[in-house]
């Protein structure tokens, strides 16, 4: 079956410091991986995609990168801020009924 | 316009009420889901509408009856429900469901209590 692993939070951070979330998958077929991002009392916002291996997704500072031999879609950071502080899941859809799968979130704190 | 949007925000019910959520998108999906959330867990897949139509049901209990009026509308009727119910309910729309590559656009959430 399909799922998504993620570092275990909270991550802590100072302003401007370089942010790495890890993710790795498994999934039947060929995936496409998400990173959504959940602010405190909101839904979920999709902050990057990618589609096929080596695409690399980005939006407002963040990366990631399909990467299908290791089987992983690391999400970057150059400089966070205060407010980047959030909750980030991982996610894929695969296979045909493609239902999301999301890993279990990892919390950001940004502190000043 | 890629907004989904759900009402209430908030609800506070008793396990003897009968209460709905509301979610309407109208970015010309035609597909629509509910999520359950509970506290610091991801979102757990409840149901998937087609085309209005049933497509999945994740062994959802009976207290959760869903509808889709039309391709713009969805609703959770919510019946008999308990307080382990209580939980952040998500709407989500994504153009087309089974697309591996689509991303699923989520409202704000109607946030559950049950007493």
């Known amino acids: 079956g399909n799922s998504v692993t993620q570092m275990e939070g909270p991550v802590t951070l100072s302003e401007e410091a370089f942010l790495t979330i890890n993710c790795t998958y498994t999934?039947?077929?060929?995936?496409?991986l998400f990173w959504y991002v959940q602010y405190p009392g909101e839904g979920l916002q999709l902050l990057l995609k990618?589609?096929?291996?080596?695409d690399k997704g980005s939006n407002k500072g963040f990366e990631a990168t399909y990467r299908k031999e290791t089987t992983s879609f690391h999400l970057e950071k150059g400089s966070v801020q205060v407010s980047d502080s959030a909750v980030y899941f991982c996610?894929?859809?695969?296979?045909?009924?493609?239902?999301?799968?999301f890993g279990t979130g990892t919390r950001l704190q940004v502190t000043l | 316009d890629t907004e989904v949007t759900q009402t209430p925000k908030h609800l506070v019910m008793g396990m003897t009420n009968k209460k709905s959520l509301k979610c309407e998108q109208h970015?010309?999906?035609?597909?629509m889901y509910w999520y359950k959330q509970k506290a610091k867990k991801p979102p757990e897949l409840m149901f998937v509408?087609?085309?209005?139509?049933?497509?999945i049901n994740e062994s959802v209990p009976s207290r959760f009856s869903p509808e889709c009026p039309n391709s713009s509308l969805l609703n959770l009727h919510l019946h008999a429900l308990q307080p382990e119910d209580s939980a952040l309910y998500l709407c989500?729309?994504?153009?087309?469901?089974?697309?591996?590559?689509?991303?699923?656009?989520f409202g704000e959430g109607s946030r559950l209590t049950v007493l």
């Open positions: 996610a894929l859809r695969s296979g045909t009924a493609s239902k999301l799968t």
């Open positions: 970015m010309g999906h035609r597909a």
């Open positions: 990618a589609t096929k291996a080596d």
């Open positions: 989500a729309s994504s153009q087309l469901a089974g697309v591996r590559t689509g991303e699923l656009f």
């Open positions: 509408y087609s085309y209005e139509k049933l497509s």
């Open positions: 999934a039947t077929g060929y995936p496409s």
